[in-house]
């Protein structure tokens, strides 16, 4: 039977006590991906990859142009970045610069990702970017989420969340049905807020209530590192900034 929430919803709150994992979710499967890191390069500003078989017989290709241009009002050097998927050679799309924080993307540093998040036995991608800021910032990762479709094309997402240093997972199947949980991790009201997301028919769904989160925790920073997790009061769920998927295609 399905009970409408109190406006005052306590979220559930986390603490390191509650086991060896820093996190609850920990204790669940994680995905376990294969990082793609074998990017061919044809001069400094052209990369590309081709992965066999990824569409069944068909393999994928993925490719980053960048190209450099001049600022109009300061004259300083812009750096533009177009990334395009194909299904062999065939073009499926391309992400250009309105969602490519351009000068942020270093194939080098940011590994694209293979799994099958949602668990229907095709192989989906993410590729994570991270900002190079300092402090904090340094948590900010932009993660593009491609979930291939029956007929071998992508429905493409892009979402902001923070990771920590050397993490790049943040995938769980927490209730074990194989369609592994996104789960992400933000900082509002001077507390970590993690909330649950899933694949389903083409979109991407808040899942939270049927976990009870979003969870929250209160927290110690040291540089971008998180040094103690501490136990929060509670936490109006409505006043939390939302997670927000873009549909990409
Ligand atoms: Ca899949
Ligand atoms: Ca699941």
Known sequence: MHQKKANKQPATIVTAADSNAAFPFELSNRINTNKITSWQTNGELKYSMRIPNFFGIEDLKVAIVQNITTDEDYGLPVRNTNLSFYN?????????????????????????????????????????????GSGRLNLFTRVYYLFQTPDHTFDAFYVQYLMLNGSNDAEYDIDCDGNFEIVTMSYDLDCLIF???????????????????????????????????????????????????????
Do not use: C
């Open 88 to 132: 062999a050679d065939s073009l499926l799309f391309t992400f250009d610069e309105e969602f490519l924080h351009d000068e942020k993307i270093s194939v080098l540093q940011d590994p694209m990702q293979m799994a099958d998040i949602n668990g229907d036995g095709l192989l989906d991608i993410k590729l994570i970017f991270r900002h190079w």
């Open 195 to 249: 909330r649950t997301f899933n694949y389903l028919d083409g979109k991407i769904v808040n899942v939270d209530e049927k976990f009870d989160y979003p969870l929250v925790s209160g927290i110690d920073f040291n540089g971008s590192e998180i040094q103690n997790i501490k136990p929060v009061q509670e936490v109006d769920v409505k006043e939390l900034k939302p997670v927000e998927f873009i549909k990409m295609n």
